[in-house]
């Protein structure tokens, strides 16, 4: 288990002066990256044995969205190895215990020189330990995507896209994802999957569907040839206040 304290920042909220799911989703990732990094796991030991941990699936869910310059405590714990599949948990707490978010991760490590899934050497199966997965409702890793996507305008992938190992990080898949959904639409759970890496100059076409009762937008991010990079879900519950 890793957590580490922060405080919502201006910079980190949207219109409403509370946090956005584009900020809690980087607060998440954030907490990985400084889990690896602490115990000697992170960018630099994946660069030298030609991997990297590319991720599957998301699945976030949110009780409450904080507040401008509120307290909180992120926390992460990885709970299962299956081959090379990492699977890993994400939280969001008040200083207090309030539980404001929690998410479900599926990751696979790969050799980057290969392009092949690689095995977890001994010293990273030691170095992360396992943890009991929390309790909350664990959606399927697949996504369906509606018959009824209406095709969006094309986005470049540009510079700003991309992480440390020149794919498209997958928090902008959600960026992009988010255009196609009102503006006070209030998201209680995304979920994203990952099907193939896109890279600098790549051409995403996106499509987007909705429920009837528009609660449930599905953006299928495609490639030139309509298959997608990503899909990308996001869900209200119309009987929770957002506030």
Partial sequence: MYIFQSRIRYSEVGSDGRLTLESLLDYFQDASTFHSEDIGLGVAYLKEKNMAWVLSSWQIVVERYPGLCENVVIGTAPYDFKGFIGYRNFWMET???????????????????KMAP???PAEMIEGYTLS????????????????NGRVQEEIQVRPHHLDTNGHVNNGQYVRMAMDYIPGDYQIRQM???????????????????????KTLYTISLNGEDGKPYSVVEFAADCGKDKA
């Fill in 95 to 113: 200083e207090d215990g309030e539980r404001l978010a929690y998410a479900n991760s599926i990751w696979s490590l790969m050799d980057v020189v």
């Fill in 118 to 120: 690689a095995k977890p």
């Fill in 132 to 147: 009991e997965k929390i309790v909350m409702d664990y959606a399927p890793r697949k996504i369906a995507i509606p018959d």
């Fill in 191 to 213: 979920r994203a999957e990952y099907k193939k890496q896109a890279v600098l100059h790549d051409r995403i076409i996106p499509t987007a569907a909705v429920n009837a009762e």
